[in-house]
T-cell receptor, first 115, second 114 residues
Framework: AQSVAQPEDQVNVAEGNPLTVKCTYS??????LFWYVQYPNRGLQFLLK??????LVKGSYGFEAEFNKSQTSFHLKKPSALVSDSALYFC?????????????FGRGTSLIVHP | DTAVSQTPKYLVTQMGNDKSIKCEQN?????MYWYKQDSKKFLKIMFS???????INETVPNRFSPKSPDKAHLNLHINSLELGDSAVYFC?????????????FGDGTRLSIL
């Protein structure tokens, strides 16, 4: 069975500082990994994905993620945090279940960027 | 120009009632999904349809019945509502069923059972 772990319920960072939101995964075969962001009272928005190729993936709003196969991790990063980045972040993996690719989400990490 | 739209946005009703939530996407996608997000923000897939055909059914009670009249619409009907059904229900779509396809989410329907 596939799974995603986001070990931190909350991450606090000062505006202008770099941020990291952690994600580790477990899946059979090659991992297909995604990051989404959820603002209050809104649906999830796609940020970036890793399918294959370069271990550093660039996405929307200046976010990037680093894939590490040996550590089974896919951490989300941004060099300089903005107050507007404060939101709930979800890591997800898609693995195969029968003939379908089931998406599994982590429990989410609340990012709080302080002015 | 909303890509995935759900109605209603809020739904407050009493235990035992039957209610429906509607979802429409104008992205031309083939695949649609229903998710449940509980009070702790945990997101769990319930169903997925591809071109009107059910492809994912994740151990959801029979009281929940999805229906897809065409590939742009996926509705969710819930019979005999229970307190534990209180949650936010999200509709989503993706281009197709491919593993590499990101999902596009609606803004959710907040269901409260009294």
């Amino acid at each position: 069975a596939q799974s995603v772990a986001q070990p931190e319920d909350q991450v606090n960072v000062a505006e202008g500082n770099p941020l990291t939101v952690k994600c580790t995964y477990s899946v059979s075969g090659n991992p297909y990994l995604f990051w989404y962001v959820q603002y209050p009272n809104r649906g999830l928005q796609f940020l970036l994905k890793y399918i294959t190729g370069d271990n550093l993936v660039k996405g929307s709003y200046g976010f990037e993620a680093e894939f590490n196969k040996s550590q089974t991790s896919f951490h989300l990063k941004k060099p300089s945090a903005l107050v507007s980045d404060s939101a709930l972040y979800f890591c997800a993996v898609r693995g195969q279940s029968g003939g379908s690719y089931i998406p599994t989400f982590g429990r989410g990490t609340s990012l709080i960027v302080h002015p | 120009d909303t890509a995935v739209s759900q109605t209603p946005k809020y739904l407050v009703t009493q235990m035992g009632n039957d209610k429906s939530i509607k979802c429409e996407q104008n992205l031309g996608h083939d695949t649609m999904y229903w998710y449940k997000q509980d009070s702790k923000k945990f997101l769990k897939i319930m169903f997925s349809y591809n071109n009107k055909e059910l492809i994912i059914n994740e151990t959801v009670p029979n009281r929940f019945s999805p229906k897809s009249p065409d590939k742009a619409h996926l509705n969710l009907h819930i019979n005999s509502l229970e307190l534990g059904d209180s949650a936010v229900y999200f509709c989503a779509s993706s281009q197709d069923t491919g593993r590499n396809q990101p999902q596009h989410f609606g803004d959710g329907t907040r269901l409260s059972i009294l």
